[in-house]
């Protein structure tokens, strides 16, 4: 386990045994990727940062449920992350469909702004991950993009698409692969 | 299907199942796989990096102070230990159960670091198999102890408190009778918080199907105070819970039937 995630580890341990200094901590060292995953999935930055709130009480709660051997601490963060933002993303669906207004509101992006300095090490990995998305033929790329951002399964990313079924389960298999033989390449 | 093929195929729902993309059919069909199957399982959480670098391909947004701010304030304020009481308590499981678990953390990242370089071509070999085997079972091991551990501390961290708070002249010797002599026993009450600790040394060991029960005796009536076992050495803490805020005028232990009785019976080793 690298040093930093050690650190997070031990972090989550003491935020298990309600150490609220330790829980600032893990707040500052993980929020601003936490926030960018939930603004680039709700679009709304508003709602992305009352999400936020919900993601980290959630880490708060239930800090003792995190296994070192299933995930690092910042991906359990950025899994939780992402299914409160799936969820908001699927009720939101649903009123929107019940309201059914024909003036439609559009996913409006609030104001985003830059997340200052970052550490050297996130931003060179962060740059590798959009070299390896960059890396993969276009629909690959769409394709994984809807499931993971806008919480979509196989079947809806087809039916957004138009593309049939099994072209889209191949497309999503054969991305990941790609991604993850870039990701893990030396 | 055979099974070699069954298998293949769970694998390549993999990791449409770490990116949340597989369809409710499919994904019942995975877990109720998953659920028996290990190596599937560490297949999948092989996948965790390259969805968490997914995650994290989105640039970062710095949240605004008010939302810390709030979100910290709300922390506080839901800390269950947050006023007087178990404060202490819990701050005290803090630096050796955080060492324990940077154990933990560090066994795992073993097992995580042998599990990342597994490759799962005919190169795995089954020697790699059995060392992330062990390392598992160790850090299985591991937890455990921590569990342990965090018991451990947290009965002794209230023996300190009580021991830390009891005022001076609370403290009451119990002497070995006839029936066990070299038996005694200290035992510190905090009246005020209604606790004490009983240290008794040099008793007998018992019969499984026997227990040493305390009690107080205030007007001729007996009360249960709690039933205890010894430890190897002859030696045994009992925490009391209920002590009465007027001292009793004597504290007593008996040998009474498991589980204890509401009545002494047995015959008495220690007074005071």
């Known amino acids: 386990m690298p040093a930093p995630e050690l650190q997070d580890a031990v972090l989550l341990g003491r935020v298990a045994h309600g150490d609220p200094t330790a829980f600032a901590a893990l707040f500052d060292r993980h929020s601003s990727v936490v926030l960018g995953l939930l603004v680039r999935m709700l679009g709304r930055r508003p709602e992305a940062e009352e999400l936020l709130q919900d993601v980290f009480l959630q880490v708060w709660r239930e800090a003792g449920r995190y296994r070192p051997d299933a995930a690092s601490p910042r991906g359990w963060i950025l899994m939780i992350a992402r299914s409160r933002a799936v969820d908001r993303i699927r009720s939101r669906a649903a009123r929107e469909r019940r309201e059914a207004t024909a003036a439609g509101e559009g996913p409006a992006v609030g104001a985003v702004e830059p997340a200052g300095p970052e550490r050297l090490e996130r931003r060179e990995r962060r740059t590798r991950v959009a070299a390896a998305l960059a890396t993969l033929p276009p629909e690959q790329r769409r394709a994984i993009e809807h499931a993971f951002f806008d919480g979509l399964t196989h079947r809806e990313v087809a039916e957004r698409l138009g593309e049939p079924l099994g072209t889209v389960k191949s497309r999503i298999l054969l991305g990941m692969r790609k991604l993850r033989e870039a990701l893990e390449a030396p | ?272």
């Open chain 2, 1 to 272: 299907m055979n099974d070699a093929t069954r298998h293949d195929r769970y694998a390549e729902l993999l990791p449409a199942h770490a990116l949340g993309a597989l369809d409710p059919e499919e994904r019942r069909e995975l877990e109720a796989h998953l659920a028996g199957c290990a190596e599937c399982r560490e297949r999948l959480a092989a996948w965790g990096a390259t969805v968490e670098a997914l995650a994290e391909s989105a640039p970062p947004v710095r949240p605004s102070p008010e939302v810390r701010e709030r979100l910290l304030a709300r922390v506080e304020a839901s800390r269950p230990e947050s006023g007087a009481g178990l404060g202490p308590r819990r701050a005290g499981l803090g630096p050796l159960a955080v060492a324990a678990s940077v154990l933990v953390a560090l066994a795992a990242g073993l097992v995580a670091g042998l599990v990342a370089t597994r490759s799962w071509t005919d190169r795995e070999t089954a020697e790699r198999r059995a060392e992330v085997a062990a390392l598992e079972e160790r850090l299985a091991e591991s937890r455990q102890e921590v569990e342990a551990i965090r018991l451990r501390l947290a009965a002794l961290t209230e023996l300190t408190e009580i021991l830390a708070t009891a005022p001076p002249g609370r403290e009451i010797l119990l002497a070995g009778l006839e029936t066990a002599p070299e038996g005694q026993g200290r035992l510190y009450v905090d009246p005020a918080a209604g606790r004490g600790v009983l240290v008794a040394g040099n008793l007998r060991p018992l019969p499984e199907d026997r227990v040493y029960q305390l009690w107080t005796i205030a007007d001729g009536v007996p009360r249960s105070a709690g039933i205890f076992r010894p430890g190897p050495g002859g030696a045994a803490l009992h925490l009391v819970e209920d002590v009465p805020a007027v001292a009793p005028d004597a504290w007593a232990v008996t040998v009474e039937p498991a589980g204890g009785v509401p009545q002494p019976t047995g015959a008495m080793v220690l007074r005071g």
